[in-house]
């Protein structure tokens, strides 16, 4: 299969612990975006990587998270520090760049709870 | 900023039609998506529409009027595997990308 991979798949950790997740994009997709989301609501928008280059964050994220895509290849999202707030599904997309339709394609998602 | 509404919920029978309705306000509008998801799975792909009009794909059809602001998802021939969350998405061209801006979703139960 050639989809949007994320790993891990769930994961459970106590406040203040720091967690990080990871992606893999389709195979040649120039750009990869991270988006949040919590029961109920549609994915929010987090970060963007045009290849290895971060080119917006959200305002959404604050100072304890971090994303990298030091290859331009697969990506890595950190929250340090973590809260109970940031209990969510972390969606990765991915997207060739090379045409206006541009469609993402995301990956099954990492949910994280913060106990 | 930007505005995306699109009813909760809806009810529909197997074998019936229903319009999704989505309704936008958002500055450098540059397309409308349509996403499936199912309950803890991931947004599929349905649809994609930037120029006024109807788009089909065999059960779906998307359409567009950017004029209004406003889009609709239509499916036909419902089949209960259609029981999911529609997420209408405006796509807006910033910092070189295409970020997404989602609704809430809408959620469709479909019932015999």
């Known amino acids: 299969d050639t989809g949007v991979s994320q790993n891990p798949r769930h994961k459970i950790t106590k406040r203040g612990q720091n967690v990080t997740f990871r992606c893999d994009p389709i195979?040649?997709?120039?750009?990869l975006y991270w988006y949040r989301q919590t029961l109920g609501q549609g994915p929010e928008f987090l970060t963007y990587?045009?290849?290895?280059?971060?080119?917006?964050k959200s305002r959404l994220l604050s100072d304890r998270f971090s994303a990298e895509r030091p290859k331009g290849s697969f990506s890595t999202l950190e929250i340090q520090r973590t809260e109970q707030g940031d209990s969510a599904m972390y969606l990765c997309?991915?997207?060739?760049?090379?045409?206006?339709?541009?469609?993402?394609?995301f990956g099954p998602g990492t949910r994280l709870t913060v106990l | 900023g930007q505005n995306i509404d699109q009813p909760t919920e809806m009810t529909a029978t197997e074998g019936a039609i229903v319009q999704i309705n989505c309704t936008y306000q958002?500055?450098?509008?540059?397309?409308l998506f349509w996403y499936q998801q199912h309950a803890g799975e991931a947004p599929t792909f349905l649809s994609y529409?930037?120029?006024?009009g109807l788009e089909e794909k065999g059960r779906f059809s998307s359409f567009l009027s950017r004029s209004k602001g406003y889009s609709y998802l239509l499916l036909k021939e419902l089949q209960m595997k259609d029981s999911a969350s529609y997420l209408c998405?405006?796509?807006?061209?910033?910092?070189?990308?295409?970020?997404?801006?989602f609704g809430t979703g809408t959620q469709l139960k479909v019932e015999l």
């Open positions: 997309a991915s997207s060739p760049g090379t045409s206006d339709t541009d469609t993402q394609y």
């Open positions: 195979s040649e997709h120039n750009r």
């Open positions: 990587f045009q290849n290895e280059a971060q080119l917006e």
């Open positions: 958002t500055s450098g509008f540059n397309g």
């Open positions: 529409n930037v120029l006024d």
């Open positions: 998405a405006v796509k807006r061209l910033t910092g070189g990308g295409n970020k997404l801006t």
